[in-house]
């Protein structure tokens, strides 16, 4: 490694490019040394500006490519496996967006990989982790003054899905983040899915089953509700509101300027991802290039992948069946004992 921790970012799509202008222009330690993707003149564009970068079409020569110490992958889910598993036969650090891999069995077969090497390479991109309101809410349950936590009501509303979005993504892709987050700030693990759906709003493309309510049971007894609309049409909402035993904390209210004029108020409400949990990344992505520039791998692990692949899929189950379906992981490597919980 070079004084600065050279990044190979396969994937130049809105993450990818994203993550590319946070790793060249944002964060401190980093460069980016090479990109790859199909579309070349996506990932030229991306690159505008940035010295010393190479563009590839095949994401195995961005690998291969000088200069390269470490891989952030944000290529869409069906082509994390491959990605990662080329990543750790070349010993390569990796950031890798979500889902790590949205099938169960190609998750796992990620996690058997990494637990042969021995040693943790990977880290799962499930940003709300370095989200600082979640932060807060993680560290008052952790401290255990509300007592237990008994419910977590959750709302995840987009302004509209892509072209391509299923009705299986809005929970394999979206809730995605709320399986994680709940696993992460309950410490338990999901352990059954039911899904309902609303008649579809007349706003979702036609097909799409949007909005639906998922609700997770834990094996700490606890109840986790989602509601998921992706094509709100008003704006991008992320909230969560735990309720304990002796009291109830709620976070992901907009706090942006509030103006008042003649018969009300009005409060600007984000509109992507990209502006609401910009903080997060920001910090997701320094942790990252620090710790590996330690020799360290932090945050969320290819366990938390895994299992958040098995909880979704049960998910979309779950709304095929219309029943209550449960989840079963398979045993934990002691790699990942006491991982990031
Ligand atoms: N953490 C978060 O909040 C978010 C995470 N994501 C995740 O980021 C990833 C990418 O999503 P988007 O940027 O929204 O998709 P996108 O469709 O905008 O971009 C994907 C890019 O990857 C390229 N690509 C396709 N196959 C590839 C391969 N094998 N190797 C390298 N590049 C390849 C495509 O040509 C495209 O330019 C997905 O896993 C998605 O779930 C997306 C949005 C938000
Ligand atoms: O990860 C993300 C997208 O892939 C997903 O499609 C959106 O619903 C989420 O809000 C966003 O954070």
């Not at 692949?309 to 934990?332: D, K, N, Q, Y």
Request: with cysteine; glycine share 12%; aromatic share 6%.
């Amino acid at each position: 490694m070079g004084d600065l921790l050279g990044v190979a970012v396969l994937g130049a799509g809105h993450m990818g490019a994203d993550h590319i202008r946070r790793l060249g222009r944002v964060v401190s330690g980093a460069r980016v040394a090479a990109v790859a993707d199909p579309a070349a003149e996506r990932a030229g564009e991306a690159v505008a500006g940035l010295d010393g970068v190479t563009v590839h079409t095949d994401p195995v020569a961005a690998l291969d490519a000088p200069g390269v110490d470490a891989v952030l992958i944000a290529s869409p889910g069906p082509a994390h496996e491959e990605a990662l598993l080329a990543a750790f036969a070349r010993g390569l650090p990796v950031l890798c967006e979500k889902p790590m891999v949205p099938d169960s069995t190609g998750a796992l077969r990620v996690v058997e990989a990494e637990a042969r090497l021995g040693r943790r390479l990977a880290q799962v991109g499930f940003m709300r982790r370095y989200d600082s309101e979640y932060r807060r809410l993680k560290a008052l349950l952790d401290g255990g003054g509300l007592g237990r936590p008994l419910m977590l009501h959750c709302t995840h509303r987009n302004v509209s899905s892509p072209g391509h979005f299923s009705s299986a993504m809005l929970i394999n892709s979206s809730v995605s983040h709320e399986i994680d987050a709940a696993r992460w700030l309950l410490g338990q693990e999901l352990t059954a899915v039911t899904v309902l759906r609303p008649r579809p709003s007349a706003h979702a493309p036609e097909g799409l089953l949007d909005p639906q309510f998922v609700l997770f049971e834990t094996d700490g007894g606890a109840l986790v509700d989602v509601e998921v609309f992706v094509n709100c049409g008003f704006g991008y909402q992320v909230r969560c509101e735990a309720v304990c035993e002796r009291g109830s904390a709620r976070i992901g209210d907009e706090h942006t300027m509030v103006v008042t004029t003649a018969g009300g108020a009005r409060e600007d409400v984000a509109q992507d991802y990209l502006v609401r949990f910009a903080g997060a990344y920001d910090r997701e992505v320094q942790a990252w290039v620090d710790a590996t520039r330690r020799g360290e791998v932090t945050g969320p692990s290819v366990w938390d992948g895994y299992a958040a692949s098995v909880v979704a899929e049960a998910g979309v189950r779950a709304l095929e069946t219309g029943g209550r379906v449960a989840v079963g992981l398979a045993p934990r490597p002691d790699l990942y004992a006491g991982v990031s919980r």
